[in-house]
């Protein structure tokens, strides 16, 4: 039905700063919310940030003041803009999305729709 692209992750040094985007595509009738995700290796997946389609936005406590979400191209494109990069933002992002796609013309039921991952790692 469809996808989230990941794109922008890589190595960075500690205090810098990275760019983080995904863009659904797909036979997308709307989107619901939007949001970042990050796993450590051994961990579970935790909330980063998360945005809604009106703009109203929730941050994980450790990210707050440093981490920017944000949405474009008719909501349908989430970012993470990460400033004062530090070792322990170093793992594996995964965006997501509330999707509805079209099903037989029509739209159908919210997906939960998960991005392929992208590793983050910041150097010492």
């Known amino acids: 039905q469809g996808q989230l692209l990941e794109s922008g992750g890589g190595l960075v040094q500690f205090g810098g700063s990275l760019t983080l985007s995904c863009a659904a595509s797909?036979?997308?009738?709307?989107?619901?919310?939007m949001g970042w995700y990050r796993q450590y290796p051994g961990k579970q997946r935790e909330l980063v940030a998360k945005?809604?389609?009106?703009?109203?936005?929730n941050y994980a406590d450790g990210v707050r003041g440093r981490f920017t979400i944000s949405r474009a191209n008719a909501n349908n494109t989430v970012y993470l803009q990460m400033n004062s990069l530090a070792a322990e933002d170093t793992a594996v992002y995964y965006c997501?999305?509330?999707?509805?796609?079209?099903?037989?013309?029509?739209?159908?039921?919210?997906?939960?729709?998960w991005g392929q991952g992208t590793q983050v790692t910041v150097s010492s």
């Open positions: 945005i809604t389609r009106e703009g109203d936005t």
């Open positions: 797909g036979n997308i009738f709307s989107i619901r919310d």
């Open positions: 997501h999305a509330e999707i509805t796609f079209y099903h037989n013309g029509f739209p159908g039921y919210i997906n939960d729709v």
